[in-house]
Every structure is written in structure tokens, then in C-alpha cells.
């Protein structure tokens, strides 16, 4: 496509607006609704979430995950601790996350800090995932450099043989979750002349003297220009 054709694809955002009354009292069960509607609305891969951390020199890298739990703590994913992202939020655990959920004029941005799951945690999870993810977590050295394709199959398929067809497949040592604990949720809704609606939680310390309707909750709302 050429950069002149790049200029004119645009797109008016109309399905809707956002006000603070539309918001749920925190920015976890404010998600839970959103991600409910793009379930329903049959969205693909509505738990797809873009992970963005940060190297050691200040690089960031960003890559797509699936969300694979959700709760008053925050936002869980899995992966292998050994891959660059791993390295670089053991490392520095300040990350973002995004969901893109385009067919519905919608994203939520999420800023925190992730940390380790337990190895109970990461174990019981693992249980639940399809055989073949499984072997695959064994075999592949994520985000290492490798030869070929040819090796990542003979890496597989020696995975399968050690385990056997039928035989009980354990989370790898250098596989598990991470937890993302929130310090600041943005609900973006899109409108008319790009006049978008977006909606911050941001966390405040307990000792916060803020008034009003955020009184007594750790989040503060915020509007911000679009």
C-alpha cells in the first residue's frame, strides 16, 4: 500500500459514549463488564492483550499474550520465564498491558507491575492446558535463537517421546504466570471527530484525602483529553 493511501484510511467511531456513571466501582469488575460484552459480541480472541516491558538499557518490546485469569489482585498471563519478556519484568517488573478490541471502538490500557506466580499456581494451571501445549512448553526455548524449523520439530517430538501418549505432562521449571497488579486502568471508548471518551482509575495511597465520590476507594477517576 502506498503512503499516500496510508493518509486517507480512517474510520468515524460512533457506537457509543462513556460517562463516569457508566463506570463499576473498581477497574476490575469495570473490565469484567467490557470483556463480557466482547465475548458476546463474538470478538476473536477477546482475552488477547498486548504485553509491553522494558530491557535493562530502556528498550521496550511488546508482543500479544492471552489473559488467562482475573481477579481483585489483577491480570494474569502465562509464559516461558526464560523468554525476553520474562527476563526483562524479573528484571524490571513496570509493564503495560493492552486490550484491542476494535470491533467494538473500545481498548483498556493497564499500567502495574507484574510478579511471579506460585509453582502451586503455575502447576494447576498447567494441568488444564491442551496436551499438545503442554509438550510444547517443554520443547520450545522461547525467544532463544534456533537453526531451523526442522529442529524445533525434532525438539517436539522428543518432548512427546519422554512423556509418552498417555503419560502425566509437569509445568517446566522455567514456565508459570505472572500477575499484574494495576496501579492505573483507562477505559477508551471511541466518538464522533475523534473526540474520545477515556476514563483512568489510577490507584491512590490509603491515606488519600480525596472527597467526593472516590472518598474512601483506593481509585481516583480521572477524565483525560482525547
Do not use: I
Amino acid at each position: 500500500m502506498k503512503e499516500r493511501d496510508l493518509s486517507q484510511l480512517r474510520q468515524e467511531y460512533a457506537a457509543g459514549g462513556l460517562s463516569e456513571a457508566d463506570l463499576a466501582p473498581d477497574p476490575v469488575a469495570m473490565f469484567r463488564r467490557w470483556l463480557h460484552d466482547a465475548v458476546a459480541a463474538g470478538l476473536h480472541e477477546p482475552n488477547a492483550m498486548v504485553v509491553s516491558s522494558v530491557s535493562a538499557d530502556g528498550r521496550p518490546s511488546s508482543r500479544m499474550v492471552l489473559l488467562k485469569g482475573l481477579d481483585e489482585r489483577g491480570f494474569v498471563f502465562f509464559t516461558n520465564y526464560g523468554s525476553r519478556k520474562g527476563g526483562e519484568l524479573d528484571a524490571n517488573p513496570a509493564c503495560a498491558l493492552l486490550f484491542p478490541w476494535h470491533d467494538l471502538e473500545r481498548q483498556v490500557r493497564v499500567e502495574g507491575e507484574a510478579t511471579r506466580l506460585s509453582d502451586a499456581e503455575n502447576a494447576g494451571y498447567f494441568a488444564t492446558r491442551p496436551r499438545a501445549s503442554q509438550v510444547g512448553a517443554w520443547a520450545s526455548p522461547q525467544s532463544a535463537v534456533v537453526a531451523s524449523r526442522a529442529e524445533l520439530d525434532k525438539r517436539y517430538a522428543e518432548a512427546g517421546a519422554r512423556f509418552g501418549e498417555d503419560g502425566v505432562v509437569p509445568a517446566p521449571p522455567q514456565w508459570g504466570g505472572y500477575l499484574v497488579t494495576p496501579a492505573a486502568v483507562e477505559f477508551w471508548q471511541g466518538r464522533r471527530g475523534r473526540m474520545h471518551d477515556r476514563l483512568r482509575y489510577r490507584r491512590v495511597s490509603t491515606g488519600s484525602t480525596s472527597v467526593g465520590p472516590d472518598a474512601g476507594s483506593p481509585w481516583r477517576v480521572e477524565r483525560l483529553a482525547p
